[in-house]
């Protein structure tokens, strides 16, 4: 397998770092390697956030993400700053709650209205985040469904693992 | 509630991996201050450490932590505490009485950039003189850097363990990237760690401070008259303020202790250093660059060897040297204004140019085009 980049971009409170640190954990439970970074700013909620995860076979060198392979945006403001990053070839899965205007673009373009699922079938917005995850997971088939659920039942406190691998299914049924 | 399956492989960042390490090390005591970048080895301490039957402190401030410290080593415990830069500066007094008094101890220095409070949260290797000369006087400190996040886990070990042959206090030299990242670590099985212990002094035995290499050290309240000072003391820790050859003895030792043993403690990732053209010498967060950078110049058939520096002090002159025998032109990446740059100069002596490539602010790496770059430039030139 060829390197995988991946960016993760919303803003703070949207499980944007969350996202990126079950799928690296996952990857890695499938004997893959991954770096997960992230940027923030120094507010708790509502400034602009990232989190890149670098999937290979091979021994990760480099682990900030320049081109990337899949963008995952949860927000406009997160599209119009990385969609430039994208590679042409690539994809991108749009959180369309958020999202209403995507410019051109030759990458791959997955709608997905996030957000608002989460809110309607969970009754909160944060699980939007696992959403976009199984909605990447079904897309990209990187990772195996095995790993993921041991990397959400990994991450998240007892309480909301359920909750979160549902969020996950769900997205992963949310794409066509 | 189901158990969770044990695993040897972790997905952990890396101030994760440390605080792990720490406690496999043997670390049983952690005092410290909250400051960004490391504030996470604190966290995970104050969770764990009384779990492995440790204590972990917040203290009041980084004098008080290093303080702290150094007390808890003399009660007969592996000790540790992590800061950055601006704290890793207020503790630097108490690092001067550790090495003077001999004190095992380890000190994670999570670089952020400064000077001063500078850019809290982002990366920068300014640090690089402050772990060799933060103290005043003639003293030679270890400093080791990692570069992975598996490097953070077995580096704390070899950190402890340093320590603990050379009764010295040891610093971790990381950086927020590395610090920050999540990376896979795997755990050999703890049998197969080395672990290495502070020789304690037989019934007996009164010298505690020289009359060889590295002096027994005893555990305060066990029953051995000892006398800790930051002055200048004799074998016997009896203090002399005015005699010259009480200091010279002491710190002489003080010194070689370590650098007599500078070839054993050079650790680096060496890649073709004995038949190159270009050279790279590079350590920390700023080395993961030099992966993919030397591919592409040896995809068009430059021949690039490197050095990525695990331990920066002492400096792996043995290493350096031996690069600067064969490549025209050795290259020093870091985030920093020249820091390491003087250093491989003075080791090359005039036989390879030496090359700077140095960036600071917004906690922006090195990328491996800025450093393919410089190498063409340097072919060219």
Known sequence: MKKVEVRIAGSGGQGVVLAGQILGRAVVYDRKNAVQTQSYGAEARGSATKSEVIISDDKIGFPMVRKCDVLIAMNQEALDKYLKDLKEDGILIADTTNIKKIPETQAKVFNIPATEYAEETFGAKIYANMLMLGAFTKITNLVSEKAMQEAIADAVTEKVIKTNEEAYKKGKALVQ | ?381
């Open chain 2, 1 to 381: 509630m189901k158990k969770k399956p044990e695993r040897n492989t972790h997905f952990w960042q890396g101030n994760e991996a440390c605080a792990e390490a720490a406690i496999v090390a043997g670390c049983r005591f952690f005092a410290g201050y909250p400051i960004t970048p490391a504030s996470e080895i604190a966290e995970y301490l104050g969770k764990k450490l009384p779990i492995a039957g440790g204590i972990a402190m917040q203290m009041e401030d980084e004098l008080a932590s290093i303080g702290a410290v150094v007390g808890a080593s003399w009660a007969g415990a592996k000790s540790m505490t992590a800061t950055s830069g601006p704290g890793f500066s207020l503790m630097q007094e108490t690092i001067g009485y550790a090495f003077m008094t001999e004190t095992p101890c380890v000190i994670v220095d999570v670089q952020r950039l400064g000077p001063s409070t500078g850019q809290a949260t982002k990366c920068g290797q300014g640090d690089v003189m402050q772990a060799r000369w933060g103290t005043h006087g003639d003293y030679s400190a270890i400093a080791l850097s990692p570069n992975s996040v598996q490097e953070m886990f077995e580096l704390t070990i070899k950190a402890f363990n340093l320590a603990e042959k050379y009764r010295t206090p040891v610093i971790l030299l990381a950086d927020e990237e590395i610090a920050h990242m999540r990376e896979q670590v795997t755990i050999p099985s703890l049998e197969s760690i080395e672990i290495v212990n502070r020789r304690k002094p037989k019934l007996g035995e009164t010298a505690f401070f020289g009359l060889e290499e590295v002096p027994p050290m005893p555990t305060v309240g066990e029953g051995y008259n000892v006398a800790v000072t930051g002055s200048t003391h004799n074998e016997y820790g009896i203090r002399f303020t005015a005699d010259p050859n009480v200091h010279k003895r002491l710190v002489e030792r003080l010194n070689s202790k370590i650098q007599d043993h500078a070839d054993e403690l050079a650790e680096a990732e060496t890649h073709s250093i004995d038949d190159c053209q270009i050279g790279i010498i590079s350590f920390g967060c700023t080395s993961r660059a030099i992966y993919e950078a030397v591919e592409k110049a040896e995809a068009i058939g430059v021949t690039v060897g490197y050095a990525r520096l695990k331990t920066i002090w002492p400096f792996p002159e043995k290493i350096v040297k031996k690069l600067a025998k064969t490549a025209e032109k050795i290259i020093v990446p870091e985030m920093n204004l020249k820091q390491l740059y003087y250093e491989v100069q003075r080791v090359a002596g005039g036989s390879s140019e030496i090359i700077a490539l140095n960036k600071i602010g917004g906690g922006e790496l090195i990328t491996p085009e800025e450093l393919t770059a410089k190498i063409m430039e340097s072919v060219k030139d």
